[in-house]
């Protein structure tokens, strides 16, 4: 039995609601990237802005502009981080985030998720993939929390995301 091939934006709808944990519509402005060699879906950009990579392990790289769009989703914020105000400069920089500098932590944050940091008012300060689970970010002391990917005042967008 041969399966059936699904529409580009439902391939990354499901992916995205089973990495995050939540239903996400998928705008008509999202456009594909495919690889010319395989043929598969290896980025989506939504309204001309790169929201996401897929990676070989059948995950997904956000971006900023990404993760701005899926913030617009309450159940999100299960998967976000929020770092202490002295560690805030630095996460925006692009820095990584250490465990005794994690405020609060979403309960989806698993070992090797991408995860949104945000400040206390919710205002997106970086993207990065979590080093260690939810349970264990703040009872460390020592160790990388979550490895920044891409933070605000990186040099890389000069947007605000809110």
Not at 56 to 81: E, H, R
Request: charged share 25%; proline share 4%; glycine share 10%.
């Amino acid at each position: 039995m041969d399966a059936i091939p699904l529409d580009p934006k439902e391939k990354i709808r499901h992916h995205l609601n089973a990495l995050f944990g939540a239903y996400f519509a998928i705008p008509k402005s999202t456009t594909f990237n495919y690889s010319r060699r395989t043929g598969r879906i290896k980025s989506f950009s939504i309204d001309n802005q790169l929201a996401g990579t897929l990676r070989t392990d059948g995950g997904i790289a956000l971006t900023l502009s990404g993760a701005a769009i899926l913030m617009k989703n309450p159940l999100f914020k299960t998967n976000c981080v929020i770092p202490v105000d002295e560690a805030v400069p630095f996460v925006s920089e692009g820095r990584s985030l250490f465990c005794k500098h994690v405020k609060w932590c979403g309960s989806n944050v698993k070992v090797g998720s991408d995860v949104v940091l945000i400040d206390d008012n919710g205002k997106i300060l970086a993207v990065g993939r979590a080093r260690i689970a939810s349970h264990m970010m703040k009872g460390f002391d020592i160790g990388v929390a979550v490895r920044v990917r891409q933070g605000i005042k990186s040099g890389t967008s000069k947007e605000e995301f809110v």
